[in-house]
């Protein structure tokens, strides 16, 4: 069952990281352990005026993302009318970016060949 808020989602996230102790001072380690503690629940309770950053909120979402949670990526896609997001593992992601460098390889190639073979008789006229 998807949150009711995205703010529901990050608080949701950030549990599943192991809580604000921990997440808060991943987010903000100068802050000492406390500190950070206290800045992200005030960045998580909607009555405060602190609030979490674009690259704050993605770490807490690539913090959520290794540990297996994936409920903010699925609430806004609920919430954008987007298909339910499919994590890819890194490990996958790489393969397939290989499989694609390998591919562009072998169409320079091909290019390469072809423009050669259109050269060859623009080079015996010029003679």
Same mark, same amino acid.
Request: glycine letters at 6%.
């Given at each position: =069952?998807?949150?009711?808020?995205?703010? &529901?989602?990050?608080?949701?996230? /950030?549990?599943?990281?192991?809580?604000?102790? /921990?997440?808060?001072?991943?987010?903000?380690?100068?802050?000492? /352990?406390?500190?950070? *503690?206290? #800045?992200?629940?005030?960045?998580?309770?909607? &009555?405060?005026?602190?609030?979490?950053?674009?690259?704050?909120?993605? #770490?807490?979402?690539?913090?959520? +993302?290794?540990?297996?949670?994936?409920?903010?990526?699925?609430?806004?896609?609920?919430?954008?009318?987007?298909?339910?997001?499919?994590?890819?593992?890194?490990?996958?992601?790489?393969?397939?970016? +290989?499989?694609?460098?390998?591919? =562009?390889?072998?169409?320079?190639?091909?290019?390469?060949?072809?423009?050669? *073979?259109?050269? +060859?008789?623009?080079?015996?006229?010029?003679?």
């Amino acid at each position: =069952m998807l949150p009711e808020t995205l703010n &529901d989602a990050y608080i949701d996230a /950030v549990k599943a990281c192991g809580g604000s102790k /921990v997440v808060g001072h991943a987010i903000w380690p100068a802050k000492g /352990v406390e500190g950070a *503690q206290r #800045h992200l629940l005030a960045c998580l309770n909607p &009555d405060r005026n602190e609030k979490l950053s674009p690259e704050e909120a993605l #770490h807490i979402e690539r913090l959520s +993302r290794a540990k297996g949670c994936h409920i903010v990526a699925q609430y806004r896609a609920a919430a954008l009318s987007y298909a339910e997001p499919v994590p890819i593992e890194p490990k996958d992601e790489a393969d397939e970016l +290989r499989r694609q460098v390998l591919e =562009m390889g072998r169409q320079l190639q091909t290019a390469l060949s072809r423009i050669e *073979q259109l050269d +060859r008789p623009n080079l015996r006229a010029a003679a």
